[in-house]
């Protein structure tokens, strides 16, 4: 079993950051690629931003410059940094994980998702 824990969601002004964290627990033989994923009230789920085992980042074109994902691997965990918010932000985030729990099995797994809400 594997689990993915999110936090640092809230409610902030425009213009304010915001940090998320997502935790992966379990049995984990490995995580490859990790990403960040929100879906706002009547829209579709969309990709925010994405990094590879190696580092490699992609961003949605919306947040650009604005937010930055980062991992840290000895703790299984993945960031989001999230800064000049706007209320077009907000939304349910949720963290995105493949994880080998074997040489042969991999599981594409979901946190339970955070708030973040941003006040004009």
Not at 89 to 94: E, I
């Amino acid at each position: 079993q594997v689990q993915l824990v999110e936090s640092g969601g809230g409610l902030v002004q425009a213009g304010g950051s915001l940090r998320l964290s997502c935790a992966a627990s379990g049995s984990i033989n490995s995580i490859h690629n990790m990403a960040w994923y929100r879906q706002a009230p009547g829209k579709q789920r969309e990709l925010v931003a994405a990094i590879s085992t190696g580092g490699n980042t992609n961003y949605a074109d919306s947040v650009k410059g604005r937010f930055t994902i980062s991992r840290d691997n000895a703790k299984n965990t993945v960031y989001l940094q999230m800064n000049s918010l706007k209320p077009e932000d907000t939304a349910l985030y949720y963290c995105n994980a493949h994880i080998a729990t074997s040489r042969t099995t991999y599981l594409d797994s979901w946190g339970q998702g955070t708030q973040v809400t941003v006040s004009s």
